[in-house]
């Protein structure tokens, strides 16, 4: 599988205390436009899920960008998130959660 099949990261403490999974801006043209309503499977349940942004000053008040996201309920601190793309409508899409090892056991 290529790598731009696939979205996967760790979930920081920011996205777990907000609930979201931030998605690089590189990786933007990955999921659909912002707004765009779509079907994110988790655990053979189908949900909807969006793309949204904020506002933010990260980089300093001379750099004002948006951080994108899409929200997942439940995820953890060091938790892998893992996203892959179902169909070639680009409409749906698998969600897995990887819970970080500690957490597990
Ligand atoms: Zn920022």
Sequence with gaps: MRMKDVYSKRITSEEEQSGYVLILKDRLPFFPMQGRRFQMLQN??????????????CRGPQLPHSHYFFRVKGLKSGDRVTVRKDSKTGTRYLLQVQN???RSV
């Design 100 to 102: 970080h090892p500690r």
């Design 44 to 57: 053979g349940r189908s949900r909807r899920a969006m793309v949204e942004s904020y506002a933010c000053s």
